[in-house]
């Protein structure tokens, strides 16, 4: 669906870069012609993923370990990144997430998916958001957050009050930055599969038949259609959407919202042929 000159020599990282969503996009991107950085917490997933999607594009990709939580690390990133030149994109896609009862947490579990989720968003953010500033240099950010955001949901409450503030600082930032040539906009992803997400979040498989019926696409979303969203957001096809948050989940949310979706479906045809108008 793009031209294959879409993202040509456009340097863009990706945080969480390894594995998963985020090795989706990189393989995409690596297909429109960027150059990609990836990072992650472990060295060898991070080369081989490199070397995978070198052999398999001969695009430009270059692993670099760093733990996103930690400030002095990923500024010490980014500027070996800029020793090179300027980023043109960053996607901040690394997460973490498990599904727990809140009152069993601790302090620890809290700290470490909102050091991830949140502070590993905003630290990669501001080193790249002020370099971009005082160089005036014209960029995109893709934050990815999730479908609750805005509901809230039981049982991942570390990851919904993080992704919540991701959320606010795409909003927040779009604005502020936004005349300044830095483009800022989300994707709020719903069911995809992948070994990270999955394993934690959907334990049996039989949950996940029900998990598709929650769907009114009765499928989940694949990582191919998540990577092409994520670089037409990065790419200039999108140039003025800013502060967008773009929900990609077939409609899961709002089946979920709907008071009467569920209600319908349980109804068997004799008593929608009941609740019809009688004739006079
Ligand atoms: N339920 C409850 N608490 C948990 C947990 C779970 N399933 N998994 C980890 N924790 C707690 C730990 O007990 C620890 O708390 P403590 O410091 O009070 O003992 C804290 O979380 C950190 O755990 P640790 O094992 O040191 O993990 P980490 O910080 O290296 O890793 C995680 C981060 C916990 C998010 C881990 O699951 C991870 O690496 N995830 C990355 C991938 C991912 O989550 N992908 C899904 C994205 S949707």
Redesign the pocket.
Known sequence: MFKPDLLLNRRILITGGGTGLGKGAAQKFLELGAEVYICGRREEVLQATAQELHQRTGGRIHPLRCDVRDPAAVDEMIASIWAGGPLDALMNNA????L?RTE??????FQ??IG?VLMGSLHTTLACGRRWLAARHHAAVLNITTTYTTTGSAYVVPSAVAKAGVHSLTRSLAVEWGNRGIRMNAIAPGPIPTE??FS??LPRPELEEAAKQRNPLGRFGTVEEFANLAAFLLSDASSYINGEVVTMDGGEWLQGAGEFTALGRQLTEAEWQMMKPRKK
């Not at 997460?95 to 498990?98: L, R």
């Not at 069993?104 to 579990?109: F, I």
């Open positions: 997460a973490g997430n498990f727990a069993d947490l601790s302090l620890g579990a470490s998916v991830i990270g997400a934690r979040l």
